[in-house]
């Protein structure tokens, strides 16, 4: 199993937590934060509510409201601050950076946090959230990264999974990258948020139960195996392969551009993947996010959702992948969730899955 980076803590002029992840032979050298901030709040700034309609927790954060919102780019708050004055990254320079986010969703979570205490239908927001910098450099983005830096990203990714998961008041966490202002971005910089919740979200409680019907119904057998098995056999909307990872454009695609990476052997969570997995994992990623950028004249706009498990948890038939999803139909054209998928869940897409897999497979380098 690869090694954990260990990280440099540091502290932000609030309270918050800071972490510097360094690539090998690299030295972090965080400043002080003298940045006039008032102190951290000393409770969750958030409540979480459940829908009793759907049986889904909603997280009300008012506060947000006055996040940063599309700063220039001289006043990034991602990137470096050598004086520490002028950002939330006091130090000259980083190679990967993980903070909590100064208006988080949900917070606290740790020591003496409470887990979720069952039968209620509000509560305090506890959890983490924290934002990501997958490097200094304000005008790259993560299909620019070198292999390097990115697998660095991956590790970290790794590290804070395991660290979160160790937490109080944490139940899931994940990893997720915006990219492009047409998925809603406000800032630039390249960059990432890792959350944990203190529930299980409603998107992993689904396939967690249609894995269970699946087994129930054919001797016990893995529902994202089979699904990974099928696309392989099938070959039609296979994108790329490496030694130990698919990735392809699902059957069932929601999104005009949609893309899976799974790792061939099943495994619940990144903290279970060996090294060379985690290798063969960060090329066939960046493989997927080039060939992204080659469809159109512009960037497309992406989410990238890590979906992982936890078998300690009932969770047993997870299967760690990553999910990439753009809501660019065509060079001038975005699909927007109007009503068939915004009132009634219901997606309907205007690409066909095998058409956007023939297009991708051919953007490869």
């Given amino acids: 199993m690869t090694d954990t980076p260990t990280p440099v803590r540091s502290e932000l002029a609030d309270g918050r937590e800071i972490l510097f992840f360094p690539l090998p032979g690299n030295v972090s050298r965080p400043v002080q934060d003298v940045r006039p901030l008032g102190p951290r709040p000393q409770s969750a700034q958030s409540e979480i509510r459940y829908d009793v309609q759907t049986g889904d927790w909603v997280a009300i954060a008012a506060h947000r409201q006055d996040r940063t919102y599309k700063p220039p780019a001289d006043q990034c708050p991602l990137c470096p601050s050598p004086?520490?004055?002028?950002?939330?990254?006091?130090?000259?320079?980083?190679?990967?950076?993980?903070?909590?986010?100064?208006?988080?969703?949900?917070?606290h979570a740790g020591a003496d946090a409470t887990t979720l205490p069952a039968g209620v239908l509000s509560a305090p927001g506890v959890g983490r959230c924290e934002v990501i910098c997958f490097s200094s450099d304000h005008t790259t983005s993560f299909a620019e990264l070198s292999h390097q830096q990115a697998r660095l990203v991956v590790d970290v990714w790794r590290e804070r999974t395991e660290a979160l998961l160790g937490m109080s008041g944490?139940?899931?966490?994940?990893?997720?990258?915006?990219?492009?202002?047409?998925?809603?971005?406000?800032?630039?910089?390249?960059?990432?948020?890792?959350?944990?919740?203190?529930?299980?979200?409603?998107?992993?409680?689904?396939?967690?139960?249609?894995?269970?019907?699946?087994?129930?119904?054919?001797?016990?057998a893995n529902l994202f195996a089979d699904l990974l098995a099928r696309e392989i056999d099938a070959g039609?909307?296979?994108?790329?392969?490496?030694?130990?990872?698919?990735?392809?454009?699902?059957?069932?695609?929601?999104?005009?551009?949609?893309?899976?990476?799974?790792?061939?052997?099943?495994?619940?969570n990144l903290i279970e993947l060996s090294d060379a997995e985690l290798d063969s994992l960060t090329a066939i990623y960046l493989?997927?996010?080039?060939?992204?950028?080659?469809?159109?004249?512009?960037?497309?706009?992406?989410?990238?959702?890590?979906?992982?498990?936890?078998p300690?948890?009932?969770?047993?038939?997870?299967?760690?992948?990553i999910e990439l999803m753009s809501v660019r139909r065509s060079a001038t054209k975005l699909k927007f969730l109007a009503g068939s998928e915004s009132g009634m869940d219901a997606f309907?897409?205007?690409?066909?899955?095998?058409?956007?897999a023939a297009r991708l497979k051919v953007l490869g380098s």
Avoid at 83 to 107: I, M
Avoid at 176 to 187: H, K, S, Y
Avoid at 312 to 318: A, P
């Fill in 312 to 321: 300690d948890r009932g969770q047993e038939l997870g299967y760690f992948h």
């Fill in 83 to 107: 004086q520490g004055d002028s950002s939330e990254v006091p130090a000259a320079d980083y190679d990967v950076v993980v903070f909590e986010n100064r208006f988080p969703s949900l917070s």
């Fill in 348 to 356: 309907v897409t205007d690409v066909t899955p095998e058409k956007m």
């Fill in 236 to 268: 039609v909307r296979i994108v790329a392969t490496n030694e130990h990872c698919t990735a392809f454009v699902p059957f069932a695609a929601r999104w005009p551009v949609e893309v899976h990476i799974y790792p061939n052997r099943q495994v619940h």
């Fill in 170 to 220: 944490v139940e899931q966490v994940f990893c997720f990258e915006n990219r492009g202002e047409e998925i809603g971005v406000t800032l630039s910089h390249p960059h990432g948020q890792i959350y944990g919740y203190p529930y299980l979200t409603p998107r992993t409680t689904s396939m967690l139960r249609q894995a269970r019907s699946f087994a129930d119904e054919h001797d016990g």
């Fill in 287 to 310: 493989d997927v996010l080039e060939r992204f950028d080659r469809m159109y004249p512009t960037a497309l706009p992406y989410i990238s959702a890590l979906h992982q498990y936890r």
